[in-house]
């Protein structure tokens, strides 16, 4: 047995060790879209508190130790982002996007008991998840080659359940492509069918933020002036959160919002769980305040132009890539394992990667990137010669 000094100097060691490997591992981070660019060393302090938004963020607790005012202020900030009606919002800090969707659907299922929910076969893999433990009968819709959903392969779902009212769950950036589904042409869709029942979740969870961002003249239409219900997205991805979290923006205030309380708490229940980070809502509130629209806006175009910057680098050696205009994910053709597992990249079984050009990820690990993929390349690409570089040309692939 160890004695307690020994215990503690293994605890150290072993914190050292690991502060190492993620400080080490952060270099090559590119599949997944955490940002970590933000300094929150402010919040620091905070940490020294146990905090809990326990319940409605809209009713304050018995207790003092929550951040409510902030939530609320947040909730307010990108509620006007995503164009909610001013008269007409609701929100709460969720524990991520997939409560976020499991929050859209309640709320779809209690209002269309009898709808049929419609996804792409591109949307994150815990929406048909989150379908089958809410026993909702779900559709499967083709997307298209770039991660869209085809919106002729929707017309014909909703057409096969003639009178059912529709639930469609959209996505805005999806998982490896970063496309986004349409609002307007998924509108459509449902005018054509006269589907006055219906109820429109747009899952966010990385791009939100960013595409609303945008000029509105070259803004996808995925929020609720174009005709969501409800919008999700996670706080540990653009937002750069440093634990998991996420914000489900919605209309239709919950009835019991500023109904009973729960007694012993002094909260309204009308959020999934009982306690909430209340950490996540002083991170979503410094956001706001230290960068507000502008710095958001700033950290989107920078990461949109080292994403760009990737693509060229990668068309200059030769190796397809390519992106959606408005999106930091540069999608690949799949490296060889030992190069794909070096620089961490998400691959699906298409034969495609991806890397994700958060802010705060440099031009400087593009060309590292680039460099080792053409040193470990197995065999020489061929093709025709970029003006001052590799060996083969730019090729998008065939919708
Ligand atoms: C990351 C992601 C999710 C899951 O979000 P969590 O915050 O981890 O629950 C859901 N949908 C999409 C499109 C995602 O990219």
Redesign the pocket.
Known sequence: MPSQGDADNDTDAELADLLVRLSRARETKLGF?GAEDIDFSALLPFFAFELNNIGDPYTDPVFDHHTKPMEREAIEFFADLFRAPADDRWGYVT?????C?QYGMRRARDIYGDGVADHSTA??Y??PRVLVDFQMPAVAVDADAFGEMDYRALHAAVAANPGRPAIVLA?A???MTEAVDDLGKIGKVLDDLGVQDRYIHV?A??SGVPLALLPVDRRPRFDFADGADSIGF?T??FLAGRW???LVLATGTPAHHAGPRISYTGAADTVLTCSRNAHTALHLWYCIRKLGREGLRRRAESARDVAEYAVTRLAQIGWEAWRHPHACTVVLRTPAPHVARAWQLATGDDGWSHMVWVPGRTIDQVDRFVADLWDKLAEPLTGEPLAGAGRLRYVVPAA
Do not use: C
């Open positions: 879209p524990s991520g996007s997939t409560e969707v949307a994150h815990k929406v996505t950036g999806t998982t899952d969870a990385l996670s540990h991805k998991p979290g996420g």
